[in-house]
């Protein structure tokens, strides 16, 4: 079975910054980064596809960058000026098929995609 392992996350202060790392055993069409808070549902964080097209979810924008490192199929998360609403479980997620576009919309139950283990960000204020 084919496995995304991250690293990365921690505890930070309010403003804090954080990276997370995903590294995957061979490469996809797009790969992203999703996220669940306490009682709510997995979200779409940011997303990147292998033409370079990257989307943000609204949250995101300004303060974090996907980036994607196609000799190692590894996959960044840059998080700056973090704030409380940040703290959540992160998740990396690969899709052989969709773009960046389409991946960054996909649910927790979707049969096509890849998911990392997980890592928590706690952001205090």
């Known amino acids: 079975q084919v496995k995304l392992v991250q690293s990365g996350g921690g505890s930070v202060q309010a403003g804090g910054n954080l990276t997370l790392s995903c590294v995957s055993p061979?490469?996809?069409?797009?790969m992203g980064w999703f996220r669940q808070g306490p009682g709510t549902e997995r979200e779409g964080v940011a997303s990147?596809?292998?033409?370079?097209?990257?989307v943000y979810a609204d949250a995101a924008k300004g303060r974090f960058t996907v980036s994607l490192d196609k000799s190692a199929n590894t996959l960044y998360l840059q998080m700056n000026n973090l704030t409380p609403d940040d703290t959540a479980m992160y998740y990396c997620?690969?899709?052989?098929?969709?773009?960046?576009?389409?991946?960054?919309?996909?649910?927790?139950?979707?049969?096509?995609?890849?998911w990392g283990q997980g890592t928590l960000v706690t952001v205090a204020s």
């Open positions: 990147i596809d292998r033409n370079g097209d990257i």
């Open positions: 997620a690969a899709d052989p098929f969709a773009s960046a576009a389409r991946l960054i919309t996909a649910r927790a139950t979707s049969d096509l995609i890849i």
């Open positions: 061979r490469s996809y069409k797009s």
